[in-house]
């Protein structure tokens, strides 16, 4: 089964949803396989290229959103540090320091079901600097309308990051208090704006397959670019504490998916990757992905640049 699905996205196919079941169903001795051959689709589609970005969180906590997952969330008693939006200079120092280690973008990203117009007003003018200093700027806002986008975009802006985070049907699980509707329609929004667009979730909420690859079929039809895939890391304080964590392998599997499902698209590997993958980071290039969030995310630790950019090399790749 493999070698035919491989061959058929090599020729420009596109997988229907039984064969990404099929795919999901890989399992034992196989699931080597599975990688071997997504990482060819990866050679054939993105070349030996792989693309770092970094973030910033400019605005933590204090959300009044009810996602299950977030430390930041209305619902959520974790115990992090909190504070209001920082000011141009400190996100221009973290993005010059992102720069120096390898990073081709550099992401915004602020707590909040959208940022206010104060808000973005400020962080046009980080945008603006990110792009001066020689990096792609990307954010991530919340729920925004077409003419805050375009404004956005008109002072540097490259990309917008909004994730679909799961399913339509697992969505409500996990958040009720904006719905998957809203979520498409700020990603309609970014894609009539003209900026490119960033677009994944977060695997080991209690999702199945089904799910995962539901998700994939809609980022597909809804054309992103980019597609951040995270891992669920059970923060103590937050509804889903008490979750398992994936195992390595079914997190690599999830990778390979994509890969199958969207071919030509870059397959970010993102938060969780440090405590999900361990010692199996360093199959996340022959599982398929092209891309990394280097660094530390929001509310948990990520993985040093230096040690991504060492794997990078030993890879035989290179930087995009």
Request: hydrophobic share 40%; proline share 4%; net charge positive.
């Amino acid at each position: 089964m493999l070698k035919s699905l491989t061959e058929r996205v090599l020729n420009g196919a596109s997988l229907s949803r039984e064969d990404a079941l099929g795919i999901a169903s890989v399992d034992g001795a196989e699931v080597f396989e599975l990688f071997s051959s997504a990482n060819k689709i990866r050679e054939a589609y993105r070349g030996k290229k792989i693309d770092l970005c970094s973030i910033v969180s400019a605005k933590t906590g204090a959300c009044p959103e009810d996602c299950s997952y977030c430390a930041q969330s209305k619902v959520a008693r974790a115990e992090i540090k909190t504070h209001p939006l920082v000011d141009r200079g400190y996100v221009l120092e973290k993005a010059r320091t992102a720069k120096g280690q390898g990073a081709k973008r550099f992401c915004v990203v602020i707590s909040g079901k959208r940022a206010t117009d104060s808000e973005l007003k400020q962080i046009a003018s980080m945008v603006s600097a990110i792009r001066s200093a020689g990096l792609l700027p990307c954010a991530t806002l919340g729920l925004l309308k077409p003419d805050e986008l375009r404004m956005l975009k008109d002072a540097g802006l490259y990309r917008y990051h909004h994730n679909l985070e799961t399913s339509r049907r697992f969505f409500p699980q996990i958040c009720r208090t904006h719905s998957y509707e809203d979520k498409i329609k700020t990603i309609e929004a970014v894609k009539a704006s003209g900026l490119s667009l960033c677009s994944g979730g977060i695997f080991g909420m209690g999702e199945d397959w089904q799910d995962r690859i539901d998700m994939a079929l809609t980022l597909r039809e809804l054309e992103a670019d980019s597609i951040p895939i995270n891992f669920l890391v059970p923060i103590k304080g937050t509804p889903l504490e008490d979750i398992k964590p994936l195992r390595p392998l079914e997190a690599l599997k999830i990778i390979s998916l994509y890969r199958f499902l969207l071919p030509d698209k870059e397959i970010r590997v993102c938060g969780g990757r440090l405590q999900i993958l361990g010692e199996f980071n360093s199959f996340v290039f022959m599982a398929g992905a092209d891309g990394l969030l280097t660094g530390d995310c929001l509310t948990t630790s990520g993985r040093k640049p230096k040690d991504d950019l060492k794997l990078i090399e030993q890879y035989g790749l290179s930087l995009s």
